[in-house]
Nanobody, 122 residues
Framework: QVQLVESGGGLVQAGGSLRLSCAAS????????MGWFRQAPGKEREFVAAISRSGGSTYYGDSVKGRFTISRDNAENTGYLQMNSLKPEDTAVYYCAGGPVIATKVYEYNYWGQGTQVTVSS
């Protein structure tokens, strides 16, 4: 069992930056690929970024490429999402997730955090 807890969300102006963290319980964090998803009101959960277990491979959704960076520190059992050049359309609840392999679909992840709100004002 893995428990994931996100933090770092908040209110930021357009063009600003935030860094989200995902703290994982237990010693098994390094066994899981990690993903970030987001969900805006009335919309489906959307893939944002994913990173492999070792951190050697990363994927990004088209809407965040070049602006967001995913990373992980297995020694600290923590994953990160650095978000730069934020836009109002990035406003959503952001979730981190853990799964067996790096993936882009919601159903490919077994473990989910509770989410953290990110609001970008124009």
């Amino acid at each position: 069992q893995v428990q994931l807890v996100e933090s770092g969300g908040g209110l930021v102006q357009a063009g600003g930056s935030l860094r989200l963290s995902c703290a994982a319980s237990g010693r098994t964090f390094r066994r899981f690929a990690m993903g970030w998803f987001r969900q805006a009101p009335g919309k489906e959960r959307e893939f944002v970024a994913a990173i492999s277990r070792s951190g050697g491979s990363t994927y990004y959704g088209d809407s965040v490429k070049g602006r967001f960076t995913i990373s992980r520190d297995n020694a600290e059992n923590t994953g990160y999402l650095q978000m730069n050049s934020l836009k109002p359309e990035d406003t959503a609840v952001y979730y981190c997730a853990g799964g067996p392999v790096i993936a882009t679909k919601v159903y490919e992840y077994n473990y989910w955090g509770q989410g953290t709100q990110v609001t970008v004002s124009s």
